[in-house]
Each structure stands twice: as structure tokens, then as C-alpha cells.
């Protein structure tokens, strides 16, 4: 089992920034594929980042891609998600989660945060 926590959430301001992180915890945490994912109200859970369990290769969807940027410290068990130039259309409900494989679709991901909100306002 691996738990998920994420923190950094808030309401910014558009072209502001912000930093997510997800703490990962239990067994072998640091050894899973770890994503991003975020749902705005009345829209379904939509891919936005996504890196392999090393770090060394990340994924992003046209939305977010040269704006959003994932990392992670596997000695601190952490994932991280940095937010520039924040649009209102980056509202949503951001969740992380682990799986066997950095994929860009729900199914792939195995364990999930219980989410952080983001608000954009214009």
C-alpha cells in the first residue's frame, strides 16, 4: 500500500505561481511512476504531468507543457508539481498518484491522493 498526501494548494492570481507537493509513504513508494491529475467541476479527471520512478523522463499534455513542471526527491518520497503562469482554466481539484508506469490516463495509476485544491481567479 502507498499513501498519498498533497499539500501547496491555494487561490493565486492569473500569471501567478504555485508549487504542489505529494508526500508518498509505505512500502517502496519511491519505486512507482508518479502523476498528476486535475478535475474542475462538471469535467472529468484530466491528465496534467507525469514522471518515471528515476526522475529522468517526464510527460505533459499540450495544456500545461513549458508552463508545469514535476519532479520528485525520491530521498524525501516527494513529488512535486510547479505551476507558472497559471491560467483561470487551471482551476480544478489536483491529485496525485502512483502507479507502475508514468501513463497519461487514470486507469494506469493505482493509488491516489485525496486531492488539493488550486483556484485562478482573473
Known amino acids: 500500500q502507498v499513501q498519498l498526501v498533497e499539500s501547496g494548494g491555494g487561490k493565486v492570481q492569473a500569471g501567478g505561481s504555485l508549487r504542489l507537493s505529494c508526500a508518498a509513504s509505505?512500502?517502496?513508494?519511491?519505486?512507482?511512476?508518479m502523476g498528476w491529475f486535475r478535475q474542475a467541476p462538471g469535467k472529468e479527471r484530466e491528465f496534467v504531468a507525469a514522471?518515471?520512478?528515476?526522475?529522468?523522463?517526464?510527460y505533459y499534455p499540450d495544456s500545461v507543457k513549458g508552463r508545469f513542471t514535476i519532479s520528485r526527491d525520491n530521498a524525501k518520497n516527494t513529488v512535486y508539481l510547479q505551476m507558472n503562469s497559471l491560467k483561470p482554466e487551471d482551476t480544478a481539484l489536483y491529485y496525485c498518484?502512483?502507479?507502475?508506469?508514468?501513463?497519461?490516463?487514470?486507469?494506469?495509476?493505482?493509488?491516489w491522493g485525496q486531492g488539493t485544491q488550486v483556484t485562478v481567479s482573473s
Open positions: 498518484a502512483a502507479g507502475a508506469r508514468p501513463v497519461n490516463y487514470r486507469l494506469g495509476y493505482n493509488y
Open positions: 509505505g512500502r517502496t513508494s519511491s519505486s512507482y511512476a
Open positions: 514522471v518515471s520512478w528515476s526522475g529522468s523522463n517526464t
